[in-house]
């Protein structure tokens, strides 16, 4: 049955018919590449800017978490859990209408980071990192996989995020095991370690080479510190610079009640967007950002008491931050020109959504854009993508949210995809024009 669905998956992608231009009108629309599409009449349940429209690639996947795009269009979705033992999905558009007509699920463990990377399949587990070589235009890759990284396994903020230069580098998020380095851990009260011996093997974007086989965390240089956890990275290649978003810390009024008020815990600390240089260090576990101050501030777990900076004058500060606990789950640059020219350049970020902002309603379960001009923020965020809990009431917990954004990819004609890890939901966004 594998062989038959995967010979029906490459004859598809090598019929040039299957991916012409549709003759006959329909109800859809055209995309900005002149393909018609079957835009859902909601725009499958978002709230996007005039001019723009969505068509739900596929639905029910699974745990979609990162996603990709390669140059033929095909998604390659990661999952959060196996689905019939299988921990990779791909989505093949046969006839142009934005819709997948082939899901064909492969691999084997479930994870985070994808990528498709010169002529290979990249995704990493909670704790390795794989390549699979394409062969012959095929849709899923035949070829054995080979471990490139095997990582140290951990049991909280364990996600490997992945981002690759085109120089031979693979870089991985190594999250931290750990809130803000207390031993025991999230406990009130109890101070942090200092230093904080979790940042030897944590805490941090580790580089590797992208093609050496059987790597182990000694074979790769720390190229960054003091980031808690970054589960979205990229590299932009329009500067050759690597990004991240970091989550912020927890449970400041909970574990620092005569510090900090239940509202300030719920808005505080910032998530922050890096860019990331070799060598830098952002401060976690000892610092937090407060993006109202726009000021690197003492954890309390430190000495911290909301006013003190001590060491964290010295961290590197975001070059953009945002309200606490929105998650942010992926970044990824704008390159492409189907959008109109104030997106060009810019990131686009999408926000998983809090658990912890309560007794206040949680916050996040969005997309944001943000302009950029000479690799730096050039303006404020603007959400692009919304109504993912799609009821409009607020958010009380994560269960509420019928859809949580997980996963962004731009494709090879300028769409944007957004994927869900509670429905497994993909969409393709494209800019019509249409008002």
Known sequence: MYSLVLMLVLAACNNPAAHEVATEADTSGTS?????????PENGSLELPEGFKAVVVA??????????????????????????????????????????????????????????????????????????????????PSAEPELIVSLPKQYQHEAKS???????NLYVNIGAPSNSCQDPDRQPGVPGQDPCPLLERSGGIWRFSATQANQKLEDGTRYATGIRNA?????????????????????????????????????????????VQEGDDFGWPYCYYDHKR???????????????????????????????????????????????????????????GSWNRAPLPQQGYKVVFVPFANGKPSGAYEEFATGFPNDGGP?????????????????????LYISDSVRGRVWRVVYTGDK
């Open 32 to 40: 900005s590449s002149g393909t018609s599409l079957s835009f859902d």
């Open 231 to 275: 589960v979205g990275i990229t590299w932009n290649t329009a500067n050759s610079t690597l990004y991240a978003m970091q989550h912020g810390r927890d449970q400041l009024h909970s574990h620092w009640p005569d510090l900090y008020t239940e509202q300030e815990s719920a808005e505080f600390p910032a998530e922050e967007m890096f860019e």
């Open 162 to 168: 992945i981002a690759l230069d085109g120089k031979g």
């Open 395 to 415: 958010v009380e917990s994560p269960g509420d949210a019928e859809y949580r954004p997980c996963g962004l990819a731009v494709g090879p004609d300028g769409s």
């Open 59 to 140: 639905d029910k996947l699974g745990r979609v978490r990162h996603i990709d795009v390669d140059e033929k269009g095909r998604v390659y979705a990661r999952l959060g859990s196996d689905v019939g033992g299988k921990g990779l999905v791909v989505l093949v558009d046969d006839n142009g209408d934005g819709e997948a007509d082939q899901k064909e699920y492969f691999g084997s463990g479930s994870g985070t980071g994808i990528r498709v990377y010169q002529g290979y399949l990249y995704y990493a587990t909670d704790d390795q990192v794989f390549r699979q070589l394409f062969q012959n235009g095929e849709a899923i």
């Open 294 to 352: 726009k000021l690197k501030l003492l954890n309390p777990e430190y000495g911290g008491d909301k006013e003190k900076t001590g060491r964290c004058a010295e961290k590197e500060d975001p070059i953009m931050a945002f309200p606490g606990h929105w998650a942010p789950n992926a970044i990824t640059f704008y390159n492409a020109e189907a959008f109109p020219d104030e997106y060009r350049g810019g990131a686009f970020v999408a926000f998983h």
